[in-house]
């Protein structure tokens, strides 16, 4: 079992940066990834990381957002952000070392972290 633990969120103006951090309760070396879920919408992935630092971004972050690990720790650096950016913010983690685009994949999760972007 891995216990995953999220801090950072918080209220910002557009434009605004914020960094949110995911501790894990152990060192995974693991695929592990950020995801969010907005009111009435899907939860969706939006940067995962591999072992090997391999990154993977979703379009609408790209050039934005910048995620980083550093042992059982993973950071979601995120600037320019925009209010569609606004959503419950999630750290989760696999089983494997790759990745995958399937939120199934994911079995550990943390409880989130509320990011809100004001216009």
């Known amino acids: 079992q891995v216990q995953l633990v999220e801090s950072g969120g918080g209220s910002v103006q557009s434009g605004g940066s914020l960094r949110l951090s995911c501790v894990a309760s152990?060192?995974?070396?693991?695929?592990m990834g950020w995801f969010r879920q907005a009111p009435g919408k899907e939860r969706e992935e939006v940067a995962s990381?591999?072992?090997?630092?391999r990154t993977y971004y979703i379009d609408s972050v790209k050039g934005r957002f910048t995620i980083s690990r550093d042992n059982a720790k993973i950071f979601l650096e995120m600037n320019d952000l925009k209010p569609e950016d606004t959503a419950m913010y999630y750290c989760?983690?696999?089983?494997?070392?790759?990745?995958?685009?399937?939120?199934?994949?994911?079995?550990?999760w943390g409880q989130g972290t509320q990011v809100t972007v004001s216009s």
């Open positions: 989760a983690a696999r089983e494997y070392a790759m990745c995958s685009r399937f939120l199934k994949d994911y079995i550990y």
């Open positions: 152990r060192d995974t070396r693991k695929c």
């Open positions: 990381i591999e072992i090997i630092d």
